[in-house]
């Protein structure tokens, strides 16, 4: 019922920027927090950085000031700008969020499928 597509992974130089984005689609009646998470070869999943519905963010540690988060929510879209990476940024990007949908108005959690993303030194 719900889908969310993530797109603009890719392979960049270390102090290079990327720019991910993830649509949101289906029986959609509202969205609250939606967010970015990946996972390293190796690694636990993590969370990167997190928005709410009032825009309200957080962020990981090792990408604060480096990475901002934004979202447009008459598009149902998260965005993650990410400037100056380096190669331990290295791994698959999941996007997430907490949708109301469907005829009982739940809320549920959706995940993306992924996006890689490569950094090379």
């Known amino acids: 019922q719900v889908q969310l597509v993530e797109s603009g992974g890719g392979l960049v130089q270390a102090g290079g920027s990327l720019r991910l984005s993830c649509a949101a689609s289906g029986s959609i009646f509202s969205i609250n927090a939606m967010g970015w998470h990946r996972q390293a070869p190796g690694k636990q999943r993590e969370l990167v950085a997190d928005i709410s519905s009032g825009g309200g963010t957080n962020y990981a540690d090792s990408v604060k000031g480096r990475f901002t988060i934004s979202r447009d929510n008459a598009k149902n879209t998260v965005y993650l700008q990410m400037n100056s990476l380096k190669p331990e940024d290295t791994a698959v990007y999941y996007c997430?969020?907490?949708?109301?949908?469907?005829?009982?108005?739940?809320?549920?959690?959706?995940w993306g499928q992924g996006t890689q993303v490569t950094v090379s030194s």
């Open positions: 997430a969020a907490e949708v109301v949908a469907g005829l009982d108005l739940i809320e549920y959690d959706y």
